[in-house]
């Protein structure tokens, strides 16, 4: 059973940093891109950044570019976000999420195995 459990989230003022994580149980985790998503009430769920299997290659929102860095450690199966700079409309749920392949994209729909979320909030 593939597992994802992210933690780190919070309550920070604007201009503050948070760090989360995302530990991966049940699956192969070196051989799968990993993504971050967000989601704000009222609004679809959205891509923020996402990786590759081996972390070579990283992909970002414009809105969160230059302010949020995506990393990964194979050995720990664990996936990081990476938050400076925040701004008020950076509060959302996050959740991570393991993408089908060894890419990393921008699409909901390459994703198959999600995590329970965990909650941002940003103050002004």
């Known amino acids: 059973q593939v597992q994802l459990v992210e933690s780190g989230g919070g309550l920070v003022q604007a201009g503050g940093s948070l760090s989360l994580s995302c530990a991966v149980s049940?699956?192969?985790?070196?051989?799968?891109?990993m993504g971050w998503f967000r989601q704000a009430p009222g609004k679809e769920r959205e891509f923020v950044a996402a990786?590759?299997?081996?972390?070579?290659?990283?992909n970002y929102a414009d809105s969160v570019k230059g302010r949020f860095t995506i990393s990964r450690d194979n050995a720990k199966s664990t996936v990081y976000l990476q938050m400076n700079s925040l701004k008020p409309e950076d509060t959302a749920v996050y959740y991570c999420?393991?993408?089908?392949?060894?890419?990393?994209?921008?699409?909901?729909?390459?994703?198959?195995?999600w995590g329970q979320g965990t909650q941002v909030t940003v103050s002004s």
């Open positions: 990786i590759t299997w081996s972390g070579g290659s990283t």
């Open positions: 999420a393991t993408n089908r392949g060894t890419y990393g994209s921008m699409r909901v729909s390459s994703y198959d195995y």
């Open positions: 049940g699956r192969t985790f070196s051989r799968y891109g």
